[in-house]
T-cell receptor, first 116, second 112 residues
Framework: AQSVAQPEDQVNVAEGNPLTVKCTYSVSGNPYLFWYVQYPNRGLQFLLKYITGDNLVKGSYGFEAEFNKSQTSFHLKKPSALVSDSALYFCAVRDMRTLGNEKLTFGTGTRLTIIP | KAGVTQTPRYLIKTRGQQVTLSCSPISGHRSVSWYQQTPGQGLQFLFEYFSETQRNKGNFPGRFSGRQFSNSRSEMNVSTLELGDSALYLC???????????FGPGTRLTVL
């Protein structure tokens, strides 16, 4: 079985400061890892993914994430937060062994608030 | 980047009724997945269709069903609605390489 943990329900960051949203995962095989963002009354918007290769992946809107296999983590980061980054962020995992099975398992989400 | 539309965007039903939600990929995508999002349970996988066949199913009761048509459009149906079915229902399609799912705006279902 696969699972994702987002240990922080809420993260508050001052505008201009770096931000980190934490995610740890558990899968039987090698993971496909994703970050999505959700704005109020909207669907999920894809930010970035890790499939294989470089452990640091860059995505939309200046976000990046670092895959750490030994710590089974995939933390989302941004060097300088904007007020417009305030939203709900979801980490998701898919087991590479289950190719042909598109099921994503999501974390519970982290609400990010950027304080002006 | 793929696109998907969902209709209707908002829906209000009463307990015991049934409802059908629609998901239409803008361009042809063979894989369509459905998820339910609630404040209490978060995002949960409902089912996935690939080339009109259900390929995977989550842990939902049989009241939840779906189908996919030859043009890749998908519908999900919930029969005998319960208050707990109130949720945002999200449809997702896979990118061309199959790695990434792109989500539609969702249908907000309220059961009274």
């Amino acid at each position: 079985a696969q699972s994702v943990a987002q240990p922080e329900d809420q993260v508050n960051v001052a505008e201009g400061n770096p931000l980190t949203v934490k995610c740890t995962y558990s899968v039987s095989g090698n993971p496909y890892l994703f970050w999505y963002v959700q704005y109020p009354n909207r669907g999920l918007q894809f930010l970035l993914k890790y499939i294989t290769g470089d452990n640091l992946v860059k995505g939309s809107y200046g976000f990046e994430a670092e895959f750490n296999k030994s710590q089974t983590s995939f933390h989302l980061k941004k060097p300088s937060a904007l007020v417009s980054d305030s939203a709900l962020y979801f980490c998701a995992v898919r087991d590479m062994r289950t190719l042909g099975n598109e099921k994503l398992t999501f974390g519970t989400g982290t609400r990010l608030t950027i304080i002006p | 980047k793929a696109g998907v539309t969902q209709t209707p965007r908002y829906l209000i039903k009463t307990r015991g009724q049934q409802v059908t939600l629609s998901c239409s990929p803008i361009s042809g995508h063979r894989s369509v997945s459905w998820y339910q999002q609630t404040p209490g349970q978060g995002l949960q996988f409902l089912f996935e269709y690939f080339s009109e066949t259900q390929r995977n199913k989550g842990n939902f009761p049989g009241r939840f069903s779906g189908r996919q048509f030859s043009n890749s459009r998908s519908e999900m149906n919930v029969s005998t609605l319960e208050l707990g079915d109130s949720a945002l229902y999200l449809c997702a399609i896979s990118s061309g390489d199959g790695d990434t799912q792109y989500f539609g705006p969702g249908t907000r279902l309220t059961v009274l």
